[in-house]
Structures are given as structure tokens and as C-alpha cells.
């Protein structure tokens, strides 16, 4: 069965902090997301990649497609980036068993940053 | 800027009752989505659609149903409510209408909670 981990579920940190967010998926991908998810429901596409890195203001994605393995980072982290942070996978030829687009979400890593 | 918009934030209805959720897209977007997310189970793919009229299974379809009668429009529709479906419901769309490219970004509505009583 394809699978995407995500680690921590659960990370609380205090601001100004370097966070890391770590996803793990089981097979070939074509393209990896990073979702963040604040209180009360909106969901903000980050990044899509396949892979390297990406960068986006304190926001950096790294992939590693030989290892499975991809990496969110937020550097001098704040208050306002606590939400929760969602990776989602597209498997290589996926149809079925991982929805539309052939997406597989992760169960999100919930990220509280203190002031 | 609104992109995906769902028209209820919070319903709460009694067991047994009809329920339509509604996503309207203004970015002329192919496809569309509804999910579901629980604590625990992440996001679940309930219906989805690649054009006016047309709808696919996700991966957890029964007790739901869909209507697509205009490109901007996508309608979730529970024609029973029952507790276990009290949940998250959230509504996306993305651009291109092949499906499975792996290159489609999602653009997400601000999600509709639902309570079942």
C-alpha cells in the first residue's frame, strides 16, 4: 500500500526557532506538496516539488528521491506559523487507491510556535 | 481574493436530514474536489470531478453524493445525514482536467464543519 509519514505529529517550539518537518512515502513519486492548514480550516498550497529545493521567504523544501524523503523548514520561526503542516504525495501511476490527481496526504504535523 | 469559496463555515443538522454543501471556484478550474478530514485519518478523498456533469468515486464515496451542472460549481450532497459524518469538508479545485499528471496545484476553500446530532 503507497503511505506518506509524516514526523513529529506534534512539534511546539518557541519562536525564532529552526523547525523541521519531516515526510517519508513508500514508492516512486512524480510530485510531492507541502499544505499548511491554519485553525479554523483554510488550506494554502506551499510547495510542489519533484526535486532539489525550494525556497520561499523562511519556508525551504528539500526532496531526496533516492531516499523517499522530503523536508520542510522554517528558519527564524514566529507565532503566525503555527498551523498544521501537511505533506501529500502523487504516487507514479497512482490511479486508484489515492483519490483524484492520485494524491496521498500525510496526517499532518501540528506545529506551535510560543512567543 | 477569493478563490474557493464554500458556503457554510459551521452547519449543524439533525440525523436523517438532506445536506448540501456547495464549493464555487472563480479560476475557471476543471477540476474539483470534496474531502473530508477526521483527527487521526488525514485527508480522504470523497468525490470528485473532471467537467461539467461528470464525477468520480474517491476513495470514500458511500452516504455522499455530487452534482456538477456548472464549471464553478461542485455540490456535495448528503441525502441521509448520520453521525459518522460529522467532519471537516473541504472543497478544492485545480486546473488541469487529465487528472493523474502529478503536477496539479490544489487550491483549497476554507472548509465547512459540519455537525450531525
Known amino acids: 500500500k503507497n503511505e506518506v509519514e509524516q514526523s513529529p505529529q506534534n512539534l511546539t517550539a518557541q519562536e525564532g526557532e529552526f523547525i523541521t518537518i519531516n515526510c517519508s512515502y513508500s514508492?516512486?513519486?512524480?510530485?510531492l506538496h507541502w499544505l499548511q492548514q491554519h485553525p479554523g480550516g483554510g488550506i494554502v498550497s506551499l510547495f510542489m516539488?519533484?526535486?532539489g529545493k525550494k525556497k520561499h521567504g523562511r519556508l525551504i523544501a528539500t526532496i531526496n528521491i533516492q531516499e523517499k524523503h522530503s523536508s520542510l523548514h522554517i528558519t527564524a520561526s514566529h507565532p503566525r506559523d503555527s498551523a498544521v503542516y501537511i505533506c501529500?504525495?502523487?504516487?507514479?501511476?497512482?490511479?486508484?487507491?489515492?483519490?483524484?490527481?492520485?494524491?496521498?496526504f500525510g496526517k499532518g504535523t501540528h506545529l506551535i510556535i510560543q512567543p | 481574493d477569493v478563490k474557493v469559496t464554500q458556503s457554510s463555515r459551521y452547519l449543524v443538522k439533525r440525523t436523517g436530514e438532506k445536506v448540501f454543501l456547495e464549493c464555487v471556484q472563480d479560476?475557471?478550474?476543471?477540476?474539483m474536489f470534496w474531502y473530508r478530514q477526521d483527527p487521526g485519518l488525514g485527508l480522504r478523498l470523497i468525490y470528485f470531478?473532471?467537467?461539467?456533469?461528470?464525477?468520480e468515486k474517491g476513495d470514500i464515496p458511500e452516504g455522499y453524493s455530487v452534482s456538477r451542472e456548472k464549471k464553478e460549481r461542485f455540490s456535495l450532497i448528503l441525502e441521509s445525514a448520520s453521525t459518522n459524518q460529522t467532519s471537516m469538508y473541504l472543497c478544492?479545485?485545480?486546473?488541469?482536467?487529465?487528472?493523474?499528471?502529478?503536477?496539479?496545484?490544489?487550491?483549497f476553500g476554507a472548509g465547512s464543519r459540519l455537525t450531525v446530532l
Open positions: 478544492a479545485s485545480s486546473l488541469y482536467g487529465n487528472g493523474y499528471s502529478g503536477a496539479n496545484v490544489l487550491t
Open positions: 514508492v516512486g513519486i512524480s510530485a
Open positions: 516539488l519533484s526535486s
Open positions: 501529500a504525495v502523487t504516487f507514479l501511476r497512482a490511479r486508484g487507491g489515492g483519490g483524484a490527481d492520485g494524491l496521498t
Open positions: 479560476m475557471d478550474h476543471e477540476n
Open positions: 470531478s473532471y467537467d461539467v456533469k461528470m464525477k
